[in-house]
């Protein structure tokens, strides 16, 4: 049977993050090198499940099935500009808000939507991410129910 189970850490926020089930964590990384193409730290993650199998007979006998971690991310949902001066200066406005607000290094969201004809993009939107260093993001858009 699959359980759900949380992959909790003591001092978050601090410099000595400790896994509470230090055995979990293990089996976790184990996972994730084995699973996964690129390397994860699960304490730059706001909350980590585990998808666990459990034996009833053996309950401390787990094996790791999934994993799932968040993060909260700034999303822009509007962006629009007819000039390409217009889109770089509120860019690097945003910018320098999430770098003064502790982000840097951190990622955010920019909407770009894909069914837009080529008249309806703001003016120079491509250079200005390209100049920006936008990477396509592996996401999809899910409404919560």
């Given at each position: 049977m699959i359980h759900i189970i949380p992959l909790d850490f003591m001092g978050q926020?601090?410099?000595f993050i400790t896994p509470v089930d230090p055995a979990l964590h293990d089996k976790v990384v184990d996972?994730?090198?084995?699973?996964?193409?690129?390397?994860?730290?699960l304490t730059h993650l706001a909350k980590v499940w585990v998808a666990v199998e459990m034996d009833a007979e053996k309950p401390k006998e787990i094996e790791v099935r999934g994993v799932m971690g968040y993060v909260?991310?700034?999303d822009v949902p509007?962006?629009?500009?007819?000039?390409?001066?217009a889109l770089r200066a509120m860019a690097e406005r945003y910018n320098a808000f999430l770098a003064d607000s502790g982000a840097l290094g951190k990622f955010t969201f920019i909407h770009v939507a894909r069914g837009e004809r080529?008249?309806?993009?703001?003016?120079?939107?491509n250079k200005v991410l390209h100049?920006?260093?936008a990477k396509l993001a592996d996401r999809v858009a899910v409404k919560v129910r």
């Open positions: 926020g601090t410099a996972f994730c090198k084995r699973e996964l193409t690129e390397e994860v730290n909260l991310v700034p509007l962006m629009r500009a007819t000039t390409e001066d080529p008249e309806q993009r703001c003016a120079g939107w100049e920006w260093n």
